[in-house]
């Protein structure tokens, strides 16, 4: 396993069961793109293409991936961007800032939360207007009198 600055991109219907370096391996069914970590440490990098994890854009048949791959977790700890095919080396984060960007993750991922439900009643007006929901009910029971009387008398 070697360090390697580029990643080809290939897409493919089935995930092979071994990754080879150097190869984007991107699922469009799956929704997501594998590779071996860029470091050479051997690590499977998995990157859900999804709305709230990474985004996938083509540039021909370059792919740029972002946000930034943090293998945070790895032993190599690596950080980087894919850009055009391309290994674009980032820094290391601080324990601080990794914690930081996994909790303004978490709460991207969040459902919105449930706004309640208001119900705002028309104030009663002075004088002879009423409410239009009375107003209604008044004309209705209007019509059933008038109904009545010619029926009964």
């Not at 051997?42 to 990474?54: A, D, M």
């Not at 391309?86 to 449930?114: C, N, T, Y």
């Not at 705002?120 to 008038?146: D, N």
Request: aromatic share 6%.
């Amino acid at each position: 396993m070697r360090r390697v600055d580029r990643l080809e991109t290939v897409f493919v219907d089935e995930i092979p069961e071994v990754l080879q370096d150097g190869i984007l391996y991107v699922s469009q069914e799956c929704r997501v793109a594998l590779h071996n970590c860029a470091c050479g440490c051997g690590e499977e990098v998995s990157t859900p293409l999804v709305r709230t994890e990474y985004t996938l854009t083509m540039h021909d048949n370059e792919a740029s991936v972002w946000p930034s791959i943090g293998n945070h977790d790895f032993a190599c700890a690596s950080h980087y961007v894919i850009k055009r095919g391309r290994i674009v080396w980032a820094g290391r984060l601080s324990r601080h800032d990794i914690e930081f960007g996994r909790e303004r993750d978490r709460r991207l991922k969040r459902p919105p939360p449930q706004q309640p439900v208001t119900t705002v009643m028309p104030a009663a007006t002075s004088g002879s207007l009423a409410p239009p929901k009375r107003r209604r009910i008044r004309a209705i029971v209007g019509r059933v009198e008038a109904i009545w009387k010619k029926m009964f008398g």
